[in-house]
């Protein structure tokens, strides 16, 4: 969570509860929606915020994106109870109905530094990479600390091998 100028950060990482066998960008990344939206309303109802300010929700998975965009864009919008990852989606639509602030949803392309240098790309863009970038360092210096993956969703499932993100049946 940062300013306009990248000024003030605030700076946050977890893990994502799933089965890791199971486990896409999708969910974790609506976990950090979630935590943002949590944070902007504790500040929200901890400081006089003017009402209707705006707050720009940033995202590099599309597919967060667009359901999250369809939630801040209509009040009245309703989940499907059987929907992906429903359990966060409900949670994310209690906390923006429960602010005076609107929300744009913004999607932003991901690995932009892939291609071109971090300096010369866009605030939101570089502010993409940075959070990339964090969330791949925690992983690395938390991998042995973090709590094992819940197994009990595998049945007759062999030996897990660790990958970068996710873990990988035998």
């Given at each position: 969570m940062t300013n306009a100028e990248g000024l003030h950060r605030i700076q946050g990482a977890g893990p994502a509860d799933c089965d890791p066998y199971l486990l896409s960008s999708y969910r974790?990344?609506?976990q950090g929606i979630l935590a943002n939206?949590?944070?902007i309303t504790t500040i929200?109802?901890?400081?006089?915020l003017p009402v209707g300010s705006t707050v720009h929700l940033v995202c590099d998975n599309e597919s967060a994106t667009k359901v999250v965009r369809h939630i801040v864009q209509n009040r009245h919008f309703i989940l499907d109870p059987q929907q992906t990852d429903v359990d966060i989606l409900l949670e994310i639509q209690g906390e923006f109905l429960a602010s005076r602030l609107q929300f744009e949803v913004i999607w932003i392309r991901s690995h932009q530094d892939d291609?071109?240098?971090?300096g010369s790309l866009?605030?939101?863009?570089?502010?993409?990479?940075?959070?990339d970038r964090r969330a791949k360092l925690f992983l690395k210096q938390n991998f042995d600390i973090l709590p094992p993956p819940p197994l009990s969703y595998r049945k007759n499932a062999g030996p897990l091998f660790v990958a970068a993100k996710r873990l990988l049946p035998n």
């Open positions: 974790p990344e609506l939206m949590i944070m929200e109802q901890s400081f006089a291609h071109v240098d971090v866009p605030f939101l863009a570089r502010l993409n990479v940075d959070c």
